[in-house]
């Protein structure tokens, strides 16, 4: 939490303007692009954290609608990116390792139901993944083995980054209005955005524990 660190440091006694020009904004870019690329990042966390420290600011509406955009945008270039290597060479005989990466860090049969999900519907399943804990990557495996080309891809999925940054987003006002201190409000929106992302997990392992 390097970053939620950073925008509390903003908020402390350094002039709003001046933080987030100079480290803010572009530390969230920079670790949510990250995030995109390599799932040891918390970016949902990041991006909540991030939405308390502009709500309690002077002006809290531009701040949060910053964060919501330097978000969204972050994580656009990180799944294009991330698009893009998986499909190297996908078209070859030899295969790609970019996508045997992706394939690898998906249950077969959630890329299965994504490859399904595709076929009936499309893009909708691309805008929808970001939203969806855990769905993301095997949407863009699926997107890969159906040789989307990364035009059509982006299509899909800059909308879905923009509704996963408003979702996080909310989650931070959500945690800034119930407290009084940005520090507080901090905490409160990483629990807030560590259940929403768990919740959908725990869910199924309670349904397999009672099917069991």
């Known amino acids: ?6 925008w509390a440091w903003a908020a402390g ?16 870019f920079l670790l949510v692009a990250v995030g995109a690329l390599v799932p040891v990042v918390p970016t949902g966390a990041l991006v ?11 002006s809290p509406p531009l701040g949060v609608l910053l964060v919501v955009g330097v978000a969204a945008l972050a994580a656009f270039a990180g799944d294009l990116t991330l698009y893009w290597l998986g499909g190297r060479g996908v078209r070859s005989p030899g295969g790609s390792r970019g996508l045997e990466r992706l394939r690898a ?11 399904a999900g595709l076929e009936r519907h499309g893009v909708q399943v691309l805008v929808v993944s970001r939203l969806v804990p855990a769905g993301r990557i095997p ?3 699926a997107c890969l083995l159906a040789q ?12 879905a980054c923009a509704a996963w940054a408003a979702a996080y987003g ?6 800034g209005s119930l407290f009084a201190e940005p520090w507080q409000g901090v905490v409160a929106a990483v629990v807030l955005a ?4 768990a919740a959908p997990g725990l869910w199924r392992r309670l349904r397999g524990v009672g099917a069991g």
Request: glycine content about 12%; cysteine-free; charged content about 15%.
């Open 105 to 115: 860090r998906t249950a077969p049969e959630r890329l299965e139901q994504a490859r």
């Open 170 to 175: 909310l989650i931070g006002i959500l945690g």
């Open 148 to 159: 989307w080309p990364l035009r059509r891809f982006a299509r899909g999925d800059a909308p």
């Open 13 to 28: 006694g350094v002039p709003a303007e001046t933080a987030e020009q100079a480290v803010g904004y572009p530390a969230l």
């Open 194 to 197: 560590l259940l929403a992302g």
């Open 139 to 141: 949407v863009m495996a």
């Open 48 to 58: 909540s954290s991030a939405a308390v420290v502009a709500f309690h600011r002077a």
């Open 1 to 6: 939490m390097a970053a939620a660190g950073g």
